[in-house]
């Protein structure tokens, strides 16, 4: 039996929707997220991250280095060249922050992926990655920069059809 690219999309999507499902119905939804436990709080994310890395078809899932700095208000930062995700769990404040903040750092691993490709969004991922604007040095800039609102438009549609699967 030959199986379509329709028939493979539509195995994905379900496939997606099973793990979410079976993974995000862990007993944590009787406590916020600021409550749970350090290792609780991992597990979760890295479940998450591959999920989400799933969805995306990546050729590998970023590693993930977890630290806890509540008075730092970065969250999480994606370092392409070592693919690994740094997430500070002490800054992370429910779960919809933790699954927004994931899905923008996972689609940087997917932008990451496909810079090089002969495609127009190839293209604007790494005009965008040449010409990248630090947070550090213009913070407009920085948000208006097509990796960025790329990442950002992602994170807000996947962080919407989750939070649609899972309530």
Not at 60 to 75: A, G, Q
Not at 102 to 116: P, S
Request: with cysteine; hydrophobic share 35%.
């Amino acid at each position: 039996m030959r199986i379509t690219n329709k028939v493979a999309k539509w195995i994905a999507i379900i496939y997606t929707i099973v793990v979410s499902v079976i993974i995000f119905s862990l007993p944590v939804e009787a406590k916020e997220f600021p409550e749970l436990s350090q290792e609780a709080k991992e597990k979760y994310i890295t479940n998450l991250t591959d999920c989400i890395s799933k969805e995306l078809e990546l050729q590998t899932t970023p590693k993930l280095y977890f630290y806890s700095c509540e008075e730092w208000p970065v969250i999480a930062s994606y370092y392409d060249c070592i693919d690994y995700i740094y997430v500070n769990i002490g800054a992370i404040t429910s779960y919809e922050e933790a699954v927004k903040t994931m899905a923008h750092e996972v689609r940087h691993d997917y932008q990451y992926e496909h810079m090089n490709d002969d495609t127009d969004y190839g293209r604007a991922v790494k005009a965008s990655k040449q010409n990248y604007i630090s947070y550090y040095n213009d913070l407009d800039g920085y948000y208006n920069q097509f990796v960025e609102k790329d990442a950002t438009e992602y994170a807000e549609s996947y962080t919407k059809k989750y939070f649609n699967l899972v309530r």
